[in-house]
């Protein structure tokens, strides 16, 4: 059963810069797997960040990007502020319909 | 304004059935792909199921497959999920969202499902 890999926790600096990676257990991310970011405070529905690799949601800042690197998609995040401080979950389509969401990154901002 | 509202949610014995609503608004409902995700206590997001616009085709994660029921209405721009033998584990928040490049795009707020004795 292929997993979604995901950081458990990540931190920044308020104005640094970070990225969040999505791998595979088993083979490389593409933009076949049209990965999608996004996310999620504690008691809140997610929030979509950014679908088909790159592409930003209605009403995303372009502080938050997507892009692949190397085997693993990847979100970054630039000038974090407070509010950045989230969980962010990822999600590939595996083909036939299936998608798996990775297990999310807790980031914190300090 | 794009709006989708879960409800159904509650608490069921195990073995139980409970049937999740979402209701669609501001948009063409009828042009979208919808999923439902959930998300345990504590723990992470979880995609459940996905429907086609016109409902030919339909998916599901292995854990509910044979006992899950995704359906839609588009006269009504209502999506379900009817959820049948219902596990100690399928408690959760499930969330209805519209599908948009290959991904989940508007979400709901969520419907608590409690599955206990």
């Known amino acids: 059963q292929t997993v979604v890999t995901q950081e458990p926790s990540f931190s920044v600096s308020p104005g640094g810069t970070v990225t969040l990676t999505c791998g595979l257990s088993?083979?490389?991310?593409?933009?076949?797997?049209?990965p999608s970011w996004y996310q999620q405070t504690p008691g809140q529905a997610p929030r979509t960040l950014i679908y088909?690799?790159?592409t930003r949601s209605s009403g995303v800042p372009d502080r938050f990007s997507g892009s692949i690197l190397g085997n693993k998609a990847a979100l970054t995040i630039t000038g974090a502020q407070a509010d950045d401080e989230s969980d962010y979950y990822c999600v590939l389509y595996m083909g036939g319909g299936i998608y798996v969401f990775g297990g999310g990154t807790k980031l914190t901002v300090l | 304004e794009v709006q989708l509202v879960e409800s159904g949610g509650g608490l069921v014995q195990p073995g139980g059935s409970l049937r999740l609503s979402c209701a669609a608004s501001g948009f063409t409902f009828s042009s979208y792909w919808m999923s439902w995700v959930r998300q345990a206590p504590g723990k992470g997001l979880e995609w459940v199921a996905n429907?086609?616009?016109?409902?030919?085709?339909?998916y599901y994660v292995d854990s509910v497959r044979g006992r899950f029921t995704i359906s839609r209405d588009n006269a009504k721009n209502s999506l379900f999920l009817q959820m049948n033998s219902l596990r100690a584990e399928d408690t959760a928040v499930y969330y209805c969202a519209s599908m948009r490049g290959g991904a989940m795009d508007v979400w709901g707020q969520g419907t608590t499902v409690t599955v206990s004795s």
């Open positions: 429907i086609k616009q016109d409902g030919t085709e339909k």
């Open positions: 088993s083979g490389s991310v593409s933009s076949s797997n049209y």
């Open positions: 088909s690799t790159n």
